[in-house]
């Protein structure tokens, strides 16, 4: 049987592995912190990545308040409206008919008096002819009486000439007869001379009945639409049914003029002949001029606003009745205005889509040093899709427009 191992020669030599285990350590506390370090770094880019690019607006201050003093050209008050043709008319027949030729089409140019279109005249035609045969038949009946006044005339006074040479050879009786005859033959011719007058004022009418089935431009311009055609039944005023009221519609382009709604509360910075810049909705990258040419004496009770029209100075094909505009009022040339000059505030417009409700509070955003800035501010009126900022802002800042949903104060953002 084997003697038993002696286990008390058996030692683990600490102090032998003490140096690997301290390397390990350290390695692996180094890379621990590597990866806290990169992934703090990974963190950080992904925030700044994930910073929110916002449009910006810089708001302009126009040196202006609308009662002089204003630097020429800046903007003091917008307003949205329609442009429409001052001289327009939807032309109808003056008397009903069917339509029996229509010479023009949508974008026609007439002249005045050109001929439009005609109505069915056969009956018209018939009657001018019948007046023009009694005239015909007035003017012989004219002839016959006058020749019978004159020859009457002649025999009664070649018997009062015998009368009165030699009284004995002709009775009182005589001559008497003679005059009675005269006048009678004057009588006559009198007579004709009135139906032949009467003739010829049925004549006339005819002929105006007639040419009032022949519909004419009232005014040189530019057909917009047609409204009848041929075959259809056409009257001065609609009857119901199949009858139709106006033939076209035309308008005259060269008093083509923009009608804008001004807020009342800036009515009394827009004055007649002053300048404006008119912007349509079709062009917005092109302006064209314009003057104010009335400010309609009433206002509207429902919607608080005052009618302004403005004329168009640059008259461009493009311009067509019934476009969206947007008219900017200008403040004029002080030196070309007469009357005392008032110094006024400078006016802040921005649009009112920037102006925002928060709390109960109207405030505006502001980008500041790549942060959003809560600001309140007071505000006036819409006016044109913008609104006058009357305290809060001093003209120059960064407004936020768009690209935030839910803007906080502080927040980080970007402007593109």
Not at 15 to 27: E, F, G, N, Y
Not at 199 to 227: C, S, Y
Not at 241 to 265: C, I, K, Q
Request: aromatic share 4%.
């Amino acid at each position: 049987m084997a003697a038993p191992s002696d286990l008390s020669k058996l030692r683990i030599d600490r102090d032998a592995q003490s140096a690997p285990v301290r390397k390990a350590l350290v390695r692996n506390l180094i890379l621990f912190v590597a990866a806290i370090v990169f992934t703090a770094a990974i963190v950080m880019i992904v925030r700044a990545r994930s910073v929110p690019a916002v449009q910006v607006l810089t708001a302009t201050v126009d040196a202006g308040g609308g009662n002089g003093g204003t630097a020429a050209g800046s903007t003091i008050v917008t307003a949205n409206g329609y442009v429409v043709a001052r001289t327009k008319a939807s032309v109808s027949a003056k008397t009903a008919g069917r339509l029996a030729y229509l010479g023009v089409s949508e974008g026609s140019f007439v002249r005045q008096g050109d001929v439009i279109a005609r109505l069915d005249n056969a009956d018209f035609d018939a009657a001018v002819v019948q007046a023009k045969a009694n005239i015909a038949s007035a003017d012989a009946s004219v002839i016959e009486a006058r020749a019978d006044r004159d020859q009457l005339a002649s025999e009664h006074h070649r018997i009062a000439d015998i009368r009165a040479q030699n009284p004995g050879l002709v009775s009182q009786q005589d001559l008497d007869l003679a005059a009675s005859r005269a006048a009678q033959a004057e009588a006559r011719f009198n007579a004709a001379e009135a139906r032949k007058r009467s003739a010829d004022a049925a004549l006339q009418i005819a002929e105006a009945v007639n040419e009032n089935t022949i519909i004419r431009a009232p005014f040189t311009g530019t057909v917009l639409r047609k409204e009848a055609e041929v075959g259809e039944v056409v009257a001065p005023s609609v009857g119901g049914g199949l009858t139709r009221g106006a033939v076209v519609t035309m308008a005259d382009f060269s008093t083509l003029e923009v009608e804008v709604d001004v807020n009342e509360a800036y009515i009394g910075r827009v004055h007649s002949a002053w300048p404006a810049r008119i912007t349509l909705d079709a062009y917005p990258d092109t302006s064209f001029r314009g003057r104010v040419r009335q400010v309609v004496p009433t206002a509207d009770r429902q919607r608080a606003t005052v009618q302004v029209k403005v004329s168009i100075n640059d008259h461009d094909p493009r311009i067509l009745p019934e476009m969206g505009a947007k008219v900017d009022f200008l403040a004029p040339d002080s030196s070309h205005t007469s009357g005392p000059q008032v110094a006024s505030r400078p006016v802040i417009r921005v649009p009112a889509t920037v102006v925002k409700t928060d709390s109960g509070a109207t405030v505006v955003w502001i980008v500041r040093d790549g942060r959003l800035v809560r600001r309140p501010v007071q505000t006036g009126p819409v006016s044109g899709g913008f609104l006058e900022i009357r305290s809060g802002l001093n003209g120059g800042e960064q407004l936020l427009t768009g690209g935030v949903e839910s803007p906080t104060n502080g927040m980080r953002v970007k402007a593109p």
